[in-house]
C-alpha cells in the first residue's frame, strides 16, 4: 500500500472510537429517561442490553483492527496507537 495507508487506517480507529464513545453517551441518556420517568424500566433493560451488547461487538472490531494495524505496520511512524480518551458514562442507579 502506499504511504497514506496508516492515515485510513488510523482515521479510520479513531471514527470507531468516537463511535463507542457517542454509543456510551447514548446509554447515559437512555438511563436519564428512564429515570425521569420518560422511559419504562422494561424498556430501558431492553435499549441498555442491545447497547451493551453493540459496545461489546465495536470493542472487539476495535481491539482487532488496532492489531491489525500493528501487525501490518500501518501505524504513524513514531507514533502510539490510537487511544480513547476515558470519560465517565455511568450515572448513579437508582434506588
Do not use: F
Not at 500500500?1 to 464513545?21: A, F, K, P, V
Not at 500501518?74 to 465517565?88: L, T
Amino acid at each position: 500500500m502506499g504511504n497514506g495507508s496508516w492515515r485510513m487506517s488510523t482515521e479510520y480507529l479513531q471514527g470507531l472510537h468516537r463511535c463507542r464513545r457517542e454509543a456510551r453517551e447514548t446509554l447515559l441518556h437512555l438511563r436519564y429517561a428512564k429515570d425521569s420517568g420518560n422511559l419504562t424500566d422494561e424498556v430501558h433493560r431492553e435499549l441498555e442490553a442491545k447497547g451493551e451488547d453493540a459496545l461489546q461487538q465495536l470493542g472487539a472490531v476495535i481491539g482487532s483492527i488496532e492489531r491489525k494495524i500493528q501487525e501490518r505496520g500501518r501505524a504513524k511512524p513514531g507514533s502510539a496507537m490510537v487511544k480513547e480518551e476515558e470519560g465517565d458514562y455511568h450515572t448513579p442507579h437508582s434506588p
